[in-house]
T-cell receptor, first 117, second 111 residues
Framework: NAGVTQTPKFQVLKTGQSMTLQCAQD?????MYWYRQDPGMGLRLIYY???????DKGEVPNGYNVSRLNKREFSLRLESAAPSQTSVYFC????????????????FGPGTRLTVL | EDKVVQSPLSLVVHEGDTVTLNCSYE??????LLWYKQEKKAPTFLFML????IEKKSGRLSSILDKKELFSILNITATQTGDSAIYLC???????????FGQGTRLTINP
């Protein structure tokens, strides 16, 4: 049981290059998330997918796109990388919603450290 | 706009001290308050609090929620160097799986 996995672990890009960060979970979770973490800023939500087939913008979506490929996989794409996107990116997942008990605990992957030159 | 604010942002203490970390929140449709510990990599879950006034404990760590005053505290007693980490709190929204995170408190325990 690997939990949440992310690839790659590290990446260096030049300004204007594109790349896709991959995330997969094996916990049969409905919801998946992408965050970025910058020094002193905590975790900021980029995009999330409440369930397979749906995606929504979070707090900082500009410059990113996402794809919920299936229930297990949620990818984050940078179409034209900028130095401001230098950050550590975390993927997370969380379990099924049960009314009236809503589960909010999220499980995080190990992160991808991205540097844009 | 939903907001979670943590204080202090940074704290340095000696091994054996007791620390209190603060988290205040303004979250519409509030459901729960979560605490995470982040060492070098991914945040790991500590507590989820949904009811006011009920303390949750795990070893030397404890946390409590005040839904009237909109804050939570995380206490760590008899601190050890292994407690050095960033502690994150997050507000969970009713009816949604989104979390709103605070900036984190960087705790350093010196031997």
């Amino acid at each position: 049981n690997a939990g949440v996995t992310q690839t790659p672990k590290f990446q260096v890009l030049k300004t204007g290059q594109s790349m896709t960060l991959q995330c997969a979970q094996d916990m049969n979770h409905n919801s998946m998330y992408w965050y970025r973490q910058d020094p002193g800023m905590g975790l900021r939500l980029i995009y999330y997918s409440a369930s397979e087939g749906t995606t929504d913008k979070g707090e900082v979506p500009n410059g990113y796109n996402v794809s919920r490929l299936n229930k297990r996989e949620f990818s984050l794409r940078l179409e034209s990388a900028a130095p401001s996107q230098t950050s550590v990116y975390f993927c997370a997942s969380s379990g099924v919603l049960f009314y009236p008990t809503w589960l909010n605990e999220q499980f995080f992957g190990p992160g991808t450290r991205l540097t844009v030159l | 706009e939903d907001k979670v604010v943590q204080s202090p942002l940074s704290l340095v203490v000696h091994e054996g001290d007791t620390v209190t970390l603060n988290c205040s929140y303004e979250v519409t449709n509030f459901r729960s308050l979560l605490w995470y510990k982040q060492e070098k990599k991914a945040p790991t879950f500590l507590f989820m609090l949904t009811s006011s006034g009920i303390e949750k404990k795990s070893g030397r760590l404890s946390s409590i929620l005040d839904k009237k005053e909109l804050f939570s505290i995380l206490n760590i007693t008899a601190t050890q160097t292994g407690d050095s980490a960033i502690y994150l709190c997050a507000g969970g929204l009713q009816g949604a799986q989104k979390l709103v995170f605070g900036q984190g408190t960087r705790l350093t325990i010196n031997p």
